[in-house]
């Protein structure tokens, strides 16, 4: 056993919806309830179970929450009609779309058409852009990369200067928090990492911080680790349940039990990122309405540097 510090989501993320409950009791009070819709298109099994847990936990922390249940087939233009009402809707303050869609509808043309400042998941190409300015009190930035800003700065492990590698690039997660590592506030020197990048171990050798964010079990062995650097494992995968002896069960992406050996700190899977994105999605809901009724901008993120 080593003595690589277990980054707890879970406990952070009790810590942090606990500030947010004692908000919004006060806003309660003040007749103001912050409101979240979660759209769900069609019946993906997954996306069912993240929409419920979305929704679950603003309802636990005194929110309103409204699921938007419609069918695979929907039209773009209903599903528009629908994204429109909402968007006109004054107790629904965030709105988000789970994705992925069935295919026949375009995610960009979907999430263009949320109001921007009701875009709590911080997709829309206008939060996109104040992400990569920097506009914390005026666009939301995604909740993933934005819980591991948390995590990393609640336990003071800081980004001023140090080698930050991220594989994988998706829009949601790899590429902003490639931005948001790199910008003044975080100071980080930046390596963002894909499918084509030729000697990726060299390269998350470097890394003081490595971020994985692929979807590959024990795609990051012992060996691709520096000894002492910190590991934030985003994945999440669904294996096992092949036999009575092969409990099903959610992995991420890093080799935990040998990888802790040797990193400084790391995320467990489950218990991790996980946790922490459904807290900063009830956070960016809360901003959300205090920026719509009264007119506050707060900045959703600090650095860490
Ligand atoms: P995605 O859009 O499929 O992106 C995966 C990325 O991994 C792509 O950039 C891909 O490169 C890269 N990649 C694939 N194989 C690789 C390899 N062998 N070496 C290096 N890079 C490789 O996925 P995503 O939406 O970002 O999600 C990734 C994982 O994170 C999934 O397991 C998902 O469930 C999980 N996730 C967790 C949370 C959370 O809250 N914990 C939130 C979001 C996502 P190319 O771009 O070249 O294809």
Do not use: D, S
């Given at each position: 056993m080593s003595g690589a510090r277990i980054l707890d989501g879970r406990a952070l993320s009790a810590e942090l919806r606990a500030g947010i409950v004692t908000e919004v009791e006060e806003l309660r009070a003040e007749g103001l309830v912050p409101g979240l819709a979660v759209v769900l298109v069609g019946d993906d099994p997954a996306s069912a179970v993240y929409v419920s847990m979305k929704a679950r936990a603003c309802h636990k922390a005194g929110m309103t929450d409204r699921t938007v249940r419609l069918p695979a087939d929907i039209s773009r233009d209903d599903l528009f009609d629908r994204i429109d009402a909402l968007n006109a809707d004054?107790?629904?303050?965030g709105i988000l779309v789970q994705l992925p869609l069935p295919p026949h509808l375009d995610p960009k043309a979907v999430l263009e058409r949320i109001r921007p400042e009701k875009d709590v998941d911080g997709f829309h190409p206008l939060n996109v852009g104040r992400t990569f300015v920097g506009d914390y009190a005026h666009g939301f930035a995604p909740a993933t990369p934005a819980g591991i800003v948390e995590l990393l700065r609640h336990h003071d492990i800081h980004t001023h200067g140090r080698h930050v590698v991220v594989v994988g690039r998706s829009l949601i997660v790899g590429k902003p928090l490639a931005a948001l590592m790199g910008a003044p506030g975080f100071n980080a020197t930046i390596t963002l990492t894909h499918?084509?990048?030729?000697g990726l171990a060299a390269i998350t050798r470097m890394a003081d911080i490595l971020v994985v964010v692929v979807g590959k079990p024990k795609l990051i062995t012992r060996d691709m680790v520096k000894p002492g650097a910190t590991v934030i494992d985003v994945g999440i995968s669904r294996i096992g349940g092949e036999g009575a002896d092969d409990k099903p069960r959610v992995v991420g992406d890093v080799d935990f039990e040998a990888v802790r050996e040797v990193a400084g700190a790391i995320t467990p899977v489950?218990?991790?990122?996980g946790p922490m994105t459904i807290t900063m999605l009830m956070r960016n809901t809360l901003e959300a309405a205090l920026r719509i009724h009264r007119g506050s901008h707060r900045p959703v993120l600090a650095g860490t540097a």
């Open positions: 004054p107790a629904i303050h499918r084509h990048t030729r489950p218990g991790g990122v």
